[in-house]
């Protein structure tokens, strides 16, 4: 018997890629069922070959439901992932409302799968902001062999990691400069066409912003806790998949060439680094793949046992949708859930 999984916010960026890593991964469901909110009823989205039309979120019974995959932003998440918990369905939510609850376990699965067993206590499993996801992937391994003590982050984030709007505005905007029309900037603070924003997510007493704080609050919860993490998160004019510039000072001594072949083997990231032009991922090849690529890998000599990388991934994905899925993964392979009794 196949599982049944609901995918909240089905309409918007991540749902819809929701919907396409469910069926390309061969997800063993039985029955897919989109929602949102009442605006949305009714519009189609696509599941593999078939259409599906979206429900309504408000009165779904979520009883036979055995996973819900959330992407609805953290008010819908505050107000429905306990319930929907309570009604039995594991959700896995991708919003930031329940991650740094200490009963809830924020996982990437490469990084720490054996956390998930922790989401008993409210049936909620949260999934990390993107910019963290891909970053952990990469450090994990790192870790494990010389003790990470600090790390310097710069990224470089797409604009649909701020939703389809922001997609929306990029693209007007850009078609603006080449038409002389009036340039409108809603969704971001300034321009973002032919532009970059040091600014994401709302300014925090410290001087940095949330998104800088996720980053390291949440490498913290997935890695550990003595890692020091300080962020400088830019908005980038590209489509889709989030960049990084990454300096880390480590415990012990790690060559380049050593944190070249661990990476190579490590689960999740795909190095390509040739060290000439062209010899380096950027967010052009990794939209749509599911690896975090890293690149650029040397040694920073302006620290004790230092190293630095660039690292990219798509944001939609490994950042959101595909890290979600990995998860329900998760939670089959482990037998931590099993497909309930369906009402014929
Ligand atoms: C961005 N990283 O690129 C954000 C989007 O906490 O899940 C995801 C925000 C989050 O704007």
């Given at each position: 018997m196949?599982y049944?999984?609901?995918?909240v916010?089905?309409?918007?960026?991540?749902?819809?890629e929701?919907l396409?890593i469910?069926d390309?991964r061969k997800?063993?469901?039985d029955e897919?069922?989109?929602?949102?909110?009442r605006?949305s009823?009714?519009?189609?989205?696509?599941?593999?070959?078939?259409?599906l039309?979206?429900?309504?979120l408000?009165?779904y019974?979520f009883?036979?439901?055995d996973i819900?995959?959330?992407?609805?932003g953290?008010?819908?998440?505050k107000?429905?992932?306990?319930?929907?918990?309570?009604?039995g369905?594991?959700?896995?939510?991708?919003?930031?409302?329940?991650?740094?609850?200490p009963?809830?376990?924020l996982?990437?699965?490469?990084v720490?799968?054996?956390?998930t067993e922790?989401?008993k206590?409210?049936?909620i499993i949260?999934n990390?902001?993107?910019s963290?996801?891909?970053l952990?992937?990469?450090?994990k391994?790192?870790h494990?062999?010389?003790?990470?003590?600090?790390?310097?982050v710069?990224?470089?984030?797409?604009?649909s990691g701020?939703?389809?709007d922001?997609?929306?505005?990029l693209?007007s905007?850009?078609?603006?400069?080449?038409?002389n029309?009036?340039l409108?900037?809603?969704k971001f603070?300034k321009r973002?066409a032919?532009?970059?924003?040091?600014?994401?997510d709302?300014?925090?007493?410290?001087?940095?912003?949330?998104e800088?704080?996720?980053?390291?609050?949440?490498?913290k919860?997935?890695?550990?806790?003595?890692?020091?993490?300080?962020?400088?998160c830019?908005?980038v004019?590209?489509f889709?998949?989030?960049?990084e510039?990454?300096?880390?000072?480590?415990?012990?001594?790690i060559s380049?060439?050593?944190?070249?072949?661990i990476?190579r083997?490590a689960?999740?990231?795909?190095?390509?680094d040739?060290?000439?032009p062209?010899g380096?991922a950027?967010?052009?090849?990794?939209?749509?793949e599911?690896a975090?690529?890293?690149?650029r890998?040397?040694e920073?000599?302006?620290?004790?046992?230092?190293l630095?990388f660039w690292?990219?991934?798509?944001?939609l994905?490994?950042?959101?949708?595909?890290n979600?899925?990995?998860?329900a993964e998760?939670l089959?392979?482990?037998?931590?859930?099993s497909a309930?009794?369906?009402?014929a």
């Amino acid at each position: 018997m196949g599982y049944k999984v609901a995918v909240v916010g089905a309409t918007g960026n991540v749902g819809r890629e929701m919907l396409n890593i469910l069926d390309e991964r061969k997800f063993p469901a039985d029955e897919v069922v989109p929602l949102a909110s009442r605006r949305s009823v009714g519009v189609e989205v696509s599941y593999g070959d078939r259409t599906l039309k979206v429900k309504a979120l408000e009165h779904y019974d979520f009883s036979d439901v055995d996973i819900c995959l959330m992407s609805a932003g953290g008010t819908v998440s505050k107000e429905w992932s306990p319930q929907i918990g309570a009604a039995g369905a594991v959700v896995i939510d991708n919003s930031s409302a329940w991650r740094m609850d200490p009963d809830v376990p924020l996982i990437v699965p490469e990084v720490n799968a054996g956390a998930t067993e922790g989401f008993k206590k409210k049936n909620i499993i949260a999934n990390p902001n993107c910019s963290t996801a891909q970053l952990v992937v990469a450090l994990k391994p790192l870790h494990d062999k010389a003790t990470i003590k600090r790390v310097v982050v710069s990224t470089y984030q797409s604009v649909s990691g701020a939703g389809k709007d922001a997609m929306d505005e990029l693209f007007s905007q850009t078609k603006a400069v080449y038409t002389n029309d009036e340039l409108v900037a809603k969704k971001f603070p300034k321009r973002i066409a032919f532009n970059v924003i040091p600014h994401i997510d709302v300014f925090m007493e410290d001087g940095y912003t949330k998104e800088e704080w996720k980053m390291m609050a949440e490498t913290k919860k997935i890695l550990d806790p003595k890692i020091k993490l300080s962020a400088t998160c830019v908005r980038v004019p590209v489509f889709v998949g989030h960049s990084e510039a990454v300096n880390i000072e480590f415990e012990n001594p790690i060559s380049a060439d050593e944190a070249r072949e661990i990476l190579r083997k490590a689960p999740g990231c795909l190095v390509i680094d040739k060290q000439e032009p062209g010899g380096y991922a950027t967010p052009y090849e990794a939209a749509g793949e599911d690896a975090t690529y890293i690149s650029r890998i040397r040694e920073d000599a302006t620290v004790e046992n230092g190293l630095a990388f660039w690292c990219v991934s798509d944001n939609l994905r490994k950042g959101a949708a595909l890290n979600a899925i990995q998860i329900a993964e998760v939670l089959i392979n482990r037998k931590l859930i099993s497909a309930k009794k369906k009402a014929a």
